[in-house]
Structure formats: C-alpha cells, structure tokens
C-alpha cells in the first residue's frame, strides 16, 4: 500500500502541474501508476523481488526521462532539489539505523554479508569496489555512503546537488540555502575513521539538519505560514 499510495501521489501532483512537465515525464508515470494499481497483492507476496525491480526500474527511468526531456528552468531544479534532499535523508536513515549494529563485535562472515548488502540497497557495491576495494571495512562504507562527492546516492553528494539548486533557484542566502549549507558545511569537515558513538550522533544531528532543510523549503515556496528556525538551526545558532 506504501508504494502504491507513493506512486498515485506523484500522479495526482504531477496532474497539478502537468504545464509545467514534459508530456513523455507525464505518460510515463501514467505507465508506472497503471503498473502498480494493477498490480494484486497476491502477485507481489508470490514475487515481491520482480514488484519491487519493476518499481526501482520505473522511478529510475523516470529521472532519465526527466533529464532528457525537461527544459533546464524552475521546474527542473525543484525537482532536482526535492528528489535529492529525499536521497539523503533516505540514505542517513538507513546509516542511522544500521551503524549502532555494524559497532558491536561480529563474525567477520555477518558483518562482511551485512555491509554487501548495505551498499547493494544503495546501488553502490560495484563503485565500492571500484573506487576503495575488496576490503569491506565498517567505517570505510559508512564513510563512503555519508561523505563520497561522487557517489549519486551518498548525502553529500546528494546536498551539494541541492544547494546547487536552490541558487539557481533564489539565489544563495535565503534560508533554506542557509539550512541545507549547514548540513553540508559539517559533513565536508568530518573525517570519518572509525565508528563509534560519535557517528550515531552525527547522523542524528544531520537527519535533525535535513528535516530543517525541508522545512525552510516548504516555508519559502510551497506555505505561507511562518516557520521558525528547527532545533538544528538553533543548536548551531547557540554555538
């Protein structure tokens, strides 16, 4: 139901707005709507692997349709701003909830099976290997999913996409650039060597600045309420 509510809503918003995307953007995620409402929960419980491959493979196919077909403009960069501040909350999330077991103390054979399949999630395995190597070491993957520039699912790599999309958007200075710079600012100076209780309290402190993020962006665009500065904000303000 999760997928399947995500999938209508983003038909449902992309019908508000639908001037203002490509109609190939438009058709196929009419496509990919019309796959999943179809969809019985049966057939998924049979093979949830192929339900989940054809999701992934859709939204992936989305963004290339996307970049290939969108005019570079507004609608363009709140895109690339929403999806990517989505990404790395999305990958911090999932290092949060990971680190505090990778800590403790494992046969190698579970904690080597445990990180393959933390970069696999992120579809990071083979640029691991390529880039660091064979070696998978706790701190090295958690490093490279949190701070590589490189990697298109890493969070910073993931906020440098979206400050440079909320310049081109406004401009920098305005609060939501200051929010996002924040986050980014901090994990550019972490060197990240080993894991200890440190890591699971910068990850809680860079959801805290995520979640911040979208709230200024939320207030600056899509509201016209006022929200004050998040509890990230103020921690930093106080320093």
């Known amino acids: 139901d999760a997928v399947t509510s995500c999938v209508a809503r983003a038909r449902e918003n992309a019908r508000g707005v639908r001037e203002q995307i490509s109609s190939e953007m438009w058709e196929h995620l009419n496509r990919l709507h019309l796959i999943v409402s179809r969809t019985r ?43 990517h501040l989505e990404r790395a909350d999305a990958t911090a999330r999932l290092l949060a909830v990971k680190v505090p077991a990778l800590t403790e103390a494992e046969p190698e054979s579970v904690t080597h099976a445990w990180l393959s399949n933390l970069l696999k999630s992120f579809g990071a395995y083979e640029a691991y290997r390529k880039q660091e190597s064979d070696d998978l070491r706790a701190d090295r993957v958690v490093s490279f999913l949190l701070l590589e520039r490189r990697l298109p699912r890493a969070v910073c790599f993931c906020l440098e996409l979206c400050l440079s999309a909320i310049r081109a958007i406004s401009g920098d200075g305005m609060r939501p650039d200051r929010a996002i710079g924040r986050v980014f600012a901090e994990l550019s100076f972490t060197d990240l060597r080993e894991l200890d209780e440190t890591t699971a309290i910068l990850l809680s402190r860079v959801l805290l600045g995520l979640q911040d993020s ?26």
């Open 41 to 83: 929960p049966a057939a998924v419980l049979a093979s949830p692997h192929d339900f989940f491959v054809r999701i992934r493979e859709g939204s992936h196919a989305f963004q290339g349709v996307m970049k290939a077909t969108l005019s570079r403009g507004e609608a363009y960069e709140f895109l690339e701003l929403g999806a």
């Open 214 to 239: 979208a709230d200024e962006v939320a207030s600056a665009y899509f509201t016209t309420r006022s929200i004050p500065p998040g509890p990230y904000a103020q921690q930093q303000q106080q320093q």
